[in-house]
């Protein structure tokens, strides 16, 4: 797989419920971002965990990093409608310029 | 709280024309980049850019692209003569230099159509 890939591709969850999605990366990196999409617009930053970090809390979301596996999870618990949206990991492996590779993203359903 | 703006939101142009999309990073940021996605793709990093020059660019950002930061606010991508695969929504992102900060904010995107 490519750089930042995330799985599911796809989820489908009912309000109230947690969302958890995964993202695999090759190189190694200095940093790993989440990002959310609404549909058509832009990317909202959402969490950034570094290297040296395994665990990160921001509101409702959690996210893991284990460097070992190369691997990062998204956990977004109690999720609302709102949550609705496409979620993306993006790694920084610390080039010039500190350019993201992004993954092909989760894209979340939250059903009322 | 401060963001990043891009102009215009949506631009059609035909093929062969030249664009200038227009971004305004965050005021104290002073690292740039753009990004491109295709409809239904990844999203793909284009060029970084500080210090008034290009730190780094992607096989993507040949020789029809070009930056510039004409003044103190402005960022542009600027595409010499466009083809119908240039067809995508172009993101702005900017990101501080502050010491280990570095995360990117980016602009809502110019949806960029060639006819």
């Known amino acids: 797989s490519q750089q930042g890939e995330e799985d599911p591709q796809a989820l489908s969850i009912q309000e109230g419920e947690n969302a958890t999605m995964n993202c695999s990366y090759k190189t190694s990196i200095n940093n790993l971002q989440w990002y959310r999409q609404n549909s058509g617009r832009g990317l909202v930053h959402l969490i950034l965990i570094r290297s040296n970090e395994r665990e990160k809390h921001s509101g409702r979301l959690r996210v893991t990093l284990d460097t070992s596996k190369k691997s990062s999870s998204l956990l977004i618990t109690a999720s609302r409608a709102a949550d609705t949206a496409s979620y993306f990991c993006?790694?920084?492996?610390?080039?010039?310029?500190?350019?993201?590779?992004f993954g092909g993203g989760t894209r979340v359903l939250v059903k009322p | 709280e401060p963001e990043v703006t891009q102009t215009p939101s949506h631009q059609v142009t035909q093929m062969g024309q030249e664009v200038i999309l227009r971004c305004v990073p965050i005021?104290?940021?002073?690292?740039f980049y753009w990004y491109r996605q295709i409809l239904g793709q990844k999203v793909e990093f284009l060029v970084s850019?500080?210090?008034?020059?290009?730190?780094?660019k992607s096989e993507i950002f040949d020789d029809q692209f070009s930056v510039e930061r004409p003044d103190g606010s402005n960022f542009t991508l600027k595409i010499r003569s466009t083809k119908l695969e240039d067809s995508a929504m172009y993101f702005c992102?900017?990101?501080?230099?502050?010491?280990?900060?570095?995360?990117?904010?980016f602009g809502p995107g110019t949806r960029l159509t060639v006819t």
């Open positions: 993006a790694t920084d492996a610390n080039a010039a310029g500190n350019k993201l590779t």
């Open positions: 992102a900017s990101r501080s230099t502050g010491t280990d900060l570095y995360e990117q904010y």
């Open positions: 005021s104290n940021h002073l690292y």
């Open positions: 850019f500080y210090n008034n020059e290009i730190s780094e």
